[in-house]
């Protein structure tokens, strides 16, 4: 009986480890007839079945963790469809944002006087050209005439600011198509002082409108280290 058990699990342990060597290694046994061998074998085979049962037993367990895993990601997929969708949605708005920012019209300049000195007093009421140009995006203002063409419909916001002696007055205009829209000036002092003075506004401009700043007949200005500066830019077309 025992024989036939030692037989029986050194086949099985054969057919497991080492089918191709079964056969011989039965033979092998069955012509020993040490019954310590025979035992010795027999525990060694117990072990290895009880490993290899283990084992089975935890890649059983493992199986169903795994399933269990890949239900949990599948719910976390379908979960996380709306998201994605909402991702998708936002990307194609932002997108749509940069094409339409992109044919955006920009327009933007500042400009010094550009001289280091006054001019005037002048006889007549003088256009003045602020030539030391900093920068003019959409290049709509002109620095040989000192005009400020709107490209197109909007909201446009402009700033005038000046530094002067006070012996002779300073009366600067913005205007818009030759009408005055807003000032700043000063008048003349007995003892001549430095003054300087500015102003700021928003303008809903037409397509082709025009702004310059303009110098009123017997008034000066001056400018030096840009501190006489004409500025202006687009808020929004409209
Ligand atoms: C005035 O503007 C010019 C040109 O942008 C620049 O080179 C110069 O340094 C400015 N002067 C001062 C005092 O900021």
């Not at 011989?24 to 069955?30: F, K, T």
């Not at 795994?66 to 708005?93: D, F, G, Y």
């Not at 920012?101 to 007549?124: E, H, T, Y």
């Not at 009123?216 to 929004?236: A, P, R, Y």
Request: charged share 20%; aromatic share 10%.
């Amino acid at each position: 009986m025992r024989v036939t058990i030692a037989v029986l699990l050194l086949l099985y342990k054969c057919l497991i480890f080492a089918p191709n060597a079964a056969t011989e290694l039965v033979a092998s046994e069955l012509s020993t007839k040490d019954d310590n061998l025979l035992e010795n074998k027999i525990k060694e085979l117990t072990s290895a079945l009880k490993i290899f049962t283990d084992l089975l037993q935890e890649l059983g367990a493992t199986k169903k963790k795994l399933q269990a895993t890949e239900m949990r990601l599948n719910a976390l997929e379908t979960s996380q469809q709306p998201l994605m969708s909402r991702l998708a949605n936002s990307e194609a708005q932002i997108d749509k944002i940069k094409m339409e920012n992109k044919d955006r019209p920009k327009v933007a300049f500042s400009a010094a006087l550009g001289i280091n000195g006054f001019i005037g007093p002048v006889n007549a009421d003088s256009t003045l050209v602020y030539k030391n140009v900093f920068m003019n995006v959409g290049n709509a203002y002109q620095q040989t005439t000192g005009i400020f063409t709107a490209p197109v419909r909007g909201v446009y916001y402009f700033s005038f600011f000046y530094h002067c002696s006070t012996k002779y007055e300073t009366w600067l205009y913005l205007y818009r198509n030759g009408k005055k829209e807003a000032e700043a000036g000063q008048h003349n002092t007995q003892h001549a002082m430095a003054a300087n003075g500015g102003n700021g506004l928003t303008l809903l401009l037409e397509k082709g409108d025009q702004v310059y700043m303009v110098l009123q007949k017997d008034s000066w200005i001056w400018d030096g280290d840009n501190v006489t500066v004409f500025s202006g830019f687009l808020i929004d077309a409209m």
